[in-house]
């Protein structure tokens, strides 16, 4: 059994990590465009990309995980492993029904708590969509 302050522990640690890659990928894209070297125009458009991006990509991947937790790529892991099976000698010996693939995996996979990776991603995307609201109310000129 777990204590409440160890899962708290790691709760906060799963949150570090997450917050620590997407703040890695924020640091090379602006590293990547040059920050300092242009106007504040450029720099406000500049700090937009760099949390948009890692907030994107680390929301759609939760979205892949939360995806595949449910399920959904369990026919391609099936067909996957049947084509490799074909060309191995003896192969076809290991062969199961899909329904029984698909029961057997669903029972072997884990409910993980990833939630640190979406709310992490959402948080970077909200600051991203704010440098951008910033710079449409300060800066856009039609």
Not at 46 to 51: E, K, R
Not at 63 to 81: D, K, T
Request: with cysteine; proline share 1%; aromatic share 16%.
């Amino acid at each position: 059994m777990r204590s409440v302050k160890q899962e708290t522990k790691e709760t906060l640690i799963k949150y570090a990590i997450c917050f620590g890659i997407e703040a890695l990928i924020a640091f090379l894209v602006i590293w990547s465009k040059g920050f300092f070297a242009h106007s504040t125009a450029v720099n406000i458009q500049i700090l937009s990309d760099a949390f948009f991006v890692p907030g994107v990509l680390m929301t759609l991947f939760a979205g892949l995980l939360y995806v595949s937790g449910e399920g959904a790529l369990i026919g391609i892991g099936f067909v996957l492993r049947n084509v490799v099976l074909t060309f191995i000698p003896m192969g076809r010996v290991k062969h199961e029904r899909y329904i029984d693939y698909r029961t057997r995996k669903l029972s072997e996979a884990k409910k993980q708590n990833d939630n640190c990776i979406l709310f992490t991603g959402l948080f970077f995307l909200a600051i991203g969509i704010i440098f951008t609201v910033i710079w449409y109310v300060n800066f856009y000129q039609i």
